[in-house]
């Protein structure tokens, strides 16, 4: 994924179509992708949630090196797609400004390598309404994602979290596939004091942890 990525402009891609494909061959390598706050409660249900050491949870897509949810036609083959996947080919990239951001484009991504498709750009080099809806997604994308750091900062302040990796039996032997990532150490959890978990009540941390913990059963179906 943004194997080419741009800063998107008129003056360099005027003439450049955009087509939402549904083909997701381009995240076939991908094995976790980051998850929001706001989509762990779906995530869940699916994916194994975890948390790395610093940063955004993520949702494990496979163990080695390929990402189970991606089928030999490119189709993702179950119901949530994480939306890391789904702004693809769009990102937002830092300026030479501090805190300054822009939308940029894998000009590579198949999504573009057509004449047909909605433009991004109007002749005199206005965006199109397609450019003011990515920039919408990916604005709201970015606040969820630094609130979603916070939070998990809030995990590793507690010290709730622990490292754990992913094993499986083959030929005979048990072989690590996947290594260093971190769960909610269910103990260290119960143990916390009354205030600390009314005030994650509060911030939304629990239902961050609650959502977290139900999907670790997914580990089973993770391939490896």
């Given amino acids: 994924m943004f194997q080419n990525a741009q800063p998107l402009s008129a003056e360099t891609h005027r003439n450049l179509r955009f087509r939402n494909l549904p083909d997701y061959s381009f995240a076939r390598d991908l094995l976790y992708a980051p998850i929001t706050y706001t989509e762990m409660l779906e995530a869940s249900k699916v994916y194994p949630v975890v948390f790395p050491k610093e940063g955004m949870p993520v949702a494990l897509l496979g163990a080695e090196g390929r990402n189970q949810f991606v089928d030999d036609n490119g189709q993702w083959t179950v ?119 009314l005030a994650w009540r509060r911030d939304g941390t629990l239902r961050l942890v609650y959502a977290h913990l139900m999907s670790l059963s997914n580990l089973r179906q993770l391939k490896g």
Avoid: C
């Fill in 79 to 197: 119901p949530y797609m994480p939306a890391h996947v789904a702004r693809y080919p769009f990102i937002l990239g830092h300026t030479e400004r501090e805190g300054e951001m822009v939308v940029m484009v894998d000009v590579d991504a198949p999504h573009f390598q057509t004449d047909e498709g909605e433009r991004l750009f109007e002749e005199d080099g206005t965006p199109t309404q397609v450019v003011e809806q990515v920039k919408t997604f990916l604005g709201a994308y970015q606040e969820e994602s630094k609130m979603s750091q916070r939070l998990t900062a809030r995990l590793l302040e507690a010290g709730i979290l622990e490292e754990r990796a992913l094993q499986r039996k083959k030929g005979g032997e048990q072989r690590t596939v996947l290594r260093r990532f971190y769960v909610v150490n269910q103990e260290k959890f119960d143990a916390l004091p009354d205030e600390t978990i």
